[in-house]
């Protein structure tokens, strides 16, 4: 049988070819690590492969998540401590205004500094982060407090989720008015006043005290891998509106009727702003005020300047455990990240390892793979080298 040189060189290249495709198929293996190049060559492992991917995918969303929402928990753990500290050193500087002294200088200082620290908390409750306002709950691009420069009116501004227009709520702190007449109290008694309006002037959308209700029940609960997404209640609650750092009522206290007609402990919410750090000092400043102002009477008493600030200090312990409570519950939440963050660690290595089981390729063999490839196909090519040198009638019989 007389065989062509055509008939040669057609075999020739199509197994030239495949020797080819088998040194690239080689080579992918050792560049990708992978020991399939399709589903079709192995069916059930890209399918566990692919449900493994999905699952690092997740994992990996949820370290770059939580990185952001630790030092969002930071910032709020620092605001949180630095009102703890101010509102400490207020009742050191009660107690020292609490003594008998007749001088009316060192009061006056003293009622300087403790309107500064006023103010001082209201700068914590505006900390922000990267662009956003950390204590302003779901709304993070409003600055949530202002305070009057007297002390005496503190403003909460706040945008509910689903609508344009803000909320402006304004507590103003002064004596409380006096119920029966024909029966006044022993002692001036201070508290907040609470009003609410639009920021466009149209109507409100319910009562003042139900709407800072309703701002302070706010959560942001996240999946970042702590909790499961099934049951929203475990996840980690991001959010810490600024009212609830100043009542020390979490999201969950205010759900469960903390502040409203159901309290437990049959107490509204203005009870307990007038227990808040901002109240307390902002007492004592107006009580000094009023003491100061009757500097030219000559039988001035003491003895109401020296109740109110006696109740403001005993206040001033029970708050000061309250806000600690509130810093704790911050320190406690960024510990549990800390916790995830390494859980999910952990699982990132668990699931490289597992893609590797299952749809990686045995580097070594790999190798070993390439290279004979590789040797397979310079022989080809000597080989297509002494063809291409026969002469274009050459055939065998």
Known sequence: MRVTNTATYRNFTTGANNVHARLIKSYNKVSSGEAYESAADSPLSYYNSRKIDSQYQDVITKQALIKDVQNRIYQQELGARDIQSILSKAKDQVIYANTDTTNDTPLLSLRDDLLQKQHEIVDALNAQYQNFYVFGGNDISTPPFSLSGDGKTLTFTHTF???????????TLGEKPVADPNNPPEHTEYGYTLTAKSSDGSPLNGYPKELLLKAMKEQGRIDIGYGSIRDHDTLLDTFTGGINVLTGLTSDAVRGG??????????SIIDYLNESPLALIGRSVQAIDKYVETAGDTGRDRSELNHLLSATITDMVTTEHRVSAVYSDLGNKYRLLDDTADKLSLEKNNLTQQYTDVWGADPYESIVEMYNSQQAYNAALKVGTNLMSSSLFDFMS
């Open 258 to 267: 903390a502040g409203g007609p159901n309290d437990p402990d049959d107490k």
């Open 161 to 171: 989720p689903g609508e344009e227009k803000a909320t402006i709520f304004e507590m």
